[in-house]
């Protein structure tokens, strides 16, 4: 059995850096005499609709659920029906046995259980990308495996999408099948746009480097989408609420900053009274932008002049909320962040530090905990191999730390990025539900933007993740 001081040396190794930091709250009262210039009830035509979406699975990935149920309890409050709300989450966490509370999911320590009532429409092998983006689209035909729900959207409706996962260059998460790319994210909401199905869409993002997403490939000419995203184009984004923080039962981070900042701002304003913009810079102030050595910076891209229509228009308003007062409220600070890839590998150390020492808990603990590290060394070792024989050693460092300038897209040719996204995750990284491998997407973005002669580059990806032996 591998003693504390070795373990500990073990992870250092591997580069585990928990940052703590205090986030701010939110410092700045929400005025109510705005209320005369924002949208009022009479104001609102057509209906609301939401798809809330959680791209992981596993108990380690316990926070991305957790995000997604709470934003449902927000909606309902709000006044939305759950016809008009869509929730795409695998819906393995709330009975998971390591929850030390079966049946229940909480987004922050103590809070409530936000998984009550939370409508099942695509769970498991159903979240994916064709199910996620036909809903989109109301495509009710293009739907396999749930429950139908599409947007149904007029063009009066409004619309609000909320994904919370792991991302990368060009990539979000998902827990059945490929990722999604940028492309096919953008077309979906190109052929949205031209279908003129709706009247305003919001779209707010959790996900490392999520500003990829939509930098320079969100066309200019679509004006009726705002996106918000936790991180620009080039960095992480961060889990909060996590074991090394509070004292808790509970292993793995219960929530992502971005995400709570977002949520618990919702909670206690009357969003009849707050803006787009508004909740925008308190959750920019709140996630850290320049205040922190480590933070994300919280993006906003598409039609920025939506985000003066009220937060109503897309939420509702909870009645609780109609007496809201800065003097008396304020947001609660998380006390310290993990970036995303780092959390899960989180979880595992508590798991294998709080097992009672010589049980079969223990043992099983190290073993998954080894596992974890012993993949991510597979992934690295695999992409180097991979640069080197397709270019030479001497471009290894290029390939992996070259990005775009701002304003530019990540590639240029995105099939390209696809077939070898997609075909790494098949060859090196598809036992892992951390989404290690999404780490070097934006290595094949350099490939596909260097020319990369795909086939030998696909072979490559096979020789050199069968060569590296990942754990069985």
């Not at 998902?174 to 994210?185: E, I, N, R, V």
């Not at 009220?310 to 609660?332: D, E, R």
């Not at 998380?334 to 780092?342: I, L, N, T, W």
Request: hydrophobic fraction near 35%; glycine fraction near 8%.
């Amino acid at each position: 059995m591998i003693s504390y001081c070795s373990l500990f040396l073990f992870l250092a190794l591997s580069c585990v850096v928990v940052e703590s930091r205090q986030l701010k709250g939110n410092s700045d009262g929400l005025s109510s005499n705005v209320s005369g210039f924002l949208r009022s009830d009479s104001n609102v035509e057509g209906k609301r609709w939401a798809v809330l979406i959680a791209g992981s699975n596993g108990y380690e990935n316990y926070r991305h659920q957790a995000d997604v149920c709470h934003a449902y309890q927000i909606l309902r409050k709000g006044g939305l029906e759950d016809e008009n709300i869509i929730v795409f989450m695998y819906d393995d966490i709330a009975f998971d046995v390591n929850n030390p509370r079966p049946g229940v999911i909480i987004n922050k320590p103590d809070g409530e259980d936000v998984y009550q009532g939370v409508p099942k429409d695509y769970t498991g092998e159903a979240v994916n990308v064709s199910n996620f983006l036909a809903a989109i689209l109301g495509n009710r035909s293009g739907v396999t495996g749930g429950s139908g729900k599409v947007v149904d959207s007029g063009p009066n409706d409004y619309i609000f999408i909320y994904y919370a996962d792991h991302g990368d260059s060009g990539i979000l998460g998902m827990p059945s099948g490929d990722y999604l790319t940028a492309q096919d994210l953008i077309n979906t909401l190109k052929q949205k746009h031209a279908a003129k199905s709706y009247k305003s869409m919001v779209i707010y993002v959790e996900a490392c480097f999520s500003g990829s997403m939509f930098e320079g490939i969100l066309p200019s000419d679509i004006d009726d989408i705002y996106v918000v995203t936790a991180a620009n184009a080039n960095e992480s984004s961060y889990g909060t609420y996590c074991p090394e923080s509070f004292p808790s039962e509970f292993d793995t981070c219960l929530g992502d900053v971005f995400s709570i900042s977002w949520l618990e701002d919702s909670d206690l304003h009357d969003p009849r009274n707050e803006t787009l913009e508004q909740q925008y810079n308190v959750v920019r102030r709140r996630t850290g932008v320049d205040d922190y050595e480590v933070s994300s910076h919280v993006m906003q891209y598409g039609n920025k002049e939506i985000g003066e229509d009220s937060l109503f228009s897309y939420i509702g308003t909870n009645p609780n909320n109609h007496h809201y007062s800065s003097s008396h409220s304020k947001l609660t600070a998380a006390p310290s962040v993990v970036s995303q890839h780092d959390a899960s590998l989180l979880h595992f150390w508590h798991k294998y530090h709080n097992a009672p020492q010589g049980s079969p808990t223990k043992a099983e603990a190290h073993r998954e905990l080894a596992d974890q590290i012993s993949l991510r060394k597979h992934i690295d070792r695999s992409i180097t191999e991979i640069i080197s024989v397709v270019f030479g050693r001497e471009k290894i460092s290029e390939m992996l730390n070259s990005v775009q300038s701002a304003g530019n897209p990540l590639v240029h040719d995105w099939d390209c990025f696809k077939m070898l996204v997609q075909s790494f995750r098949k060859q090196c990284g598809k036992a892992s539900r951390t989404r290690y491998d999404m780490k070097y997407s934006g290595a094949f973005a350099n490939m596909c933007n260097a020319g990369v002669d795909i086939s030998r580059a696909t072979q490559a990806i096979t020789q050199a993740c069968s060569t590296n032996s990942p754990p069985p």
